[in-house]
Each structure stands twice: as structure tokens, then as C-alpha cells.
């Protein structure tokens, strides 16, 4: 995750900390996971490609969810420009405020950001949504682009209590 992905999710995890907890069980260590709890794995070697709004994405992104049923917001944030390429859409603060607000009115959302380095791109790929039992949770879905790490991460789902 590139610093300002990070920034992003630091912020919506500070937030979410206090109404939120992570799905995975933290008494029980899978196979992806170290002794600290972490997952760790290498992104899954979905292919990644360029979508029609700037953005990295696979055919299996959204998981054969029905996306009619989410309101939709892409933004570029990609610091590396030619200069020909359209200005970027990045706004950090509405990024943060369609996030948290869908989330406290609990409404299906998906919000794709898109960042990028001199050597790599990476799209986050969020859903705001009930899990299958109704708790309503944020899925993460990283698409990345770079030198050895092309493929699809998921970051652990965050749910509410």
C-alpha cells in the first residue's frame, strides 16, 4: 500500500476502531497468518487491467456482487501525471466523508481509489455493505499493478459491533 493508501485506510481505521473490530478471530492463527496476527500474503495472481474510469480492476473485483445496488464513486489520486492526462479527481476529504457517512447510513457503496508511484499502481476497492449476516462491514479489495506484485489483495473486513 503506497503512503497516501495508507494515510486513507489509517484514518478510516481510527474511525472505525470505535464502533468497529476486524472479522478474523484473533484466538485462532490460519495458514496466512504470522504469529502477530497479521495476515501475510502475496497478492492473488488475478489478472489486473485498466477499467473504464482509470481505474485497476479484474473480472472477479466485485465478487458476482449486483452493483446496481451500490452508489458508485471513483478518484483518481495517481501523484504521477503525463502532461496530457486529465486533472486529477482527488479529493481526500470527500473520499472520507462518502465513507464514513454511507457507513453510519449503512448504504451499499463501492468507492475505488486510485493511486499510484513512479513504479507502481494500485486501485482500492471499497464495499460498504452487509456481510452475510447482516452486520455491515467495509471489503477491501486491493488491484495492483507493479514490478512483481501484480494481483489482487484483500485486506481482513471490518465489521460494525
Sequence with gaps: MDFMGLKI????????????????????????????????????????????????????????????????????CAEVRLKTAPKSNCDENEIQSIIWQNWLDKKKTYVVITRNSVDAFASNHIFIEPDESGKWCIVWRIARSAMNANGIDDVPKIISV
Design 9 to 76: 485506510f489509517s484514518l478510516l481505521f481510527i474511525q472505525l476502531m470505535f464502533i468497529g473490530t476486524s472479522c478474523s478471530n484473533s484466538t485462532q492463527i490460519s495458514e496466512n497468518t504470522n504469529q502477530n496476527n497479521v495476515e501475510t500474503s502475496s497478492p492473488k495472481k488475478e489478472k489486473v487491467f485498466w477499467g473504464e474510469h482509470g481505474e485497476l480492476t479484474s473480472t472477479e473485483i466485485t465478487q458476482k456482487r449486483d452493483m446496481s445496488q451500490y452508489s458508485q464513486k471513483y478518484f483518481d
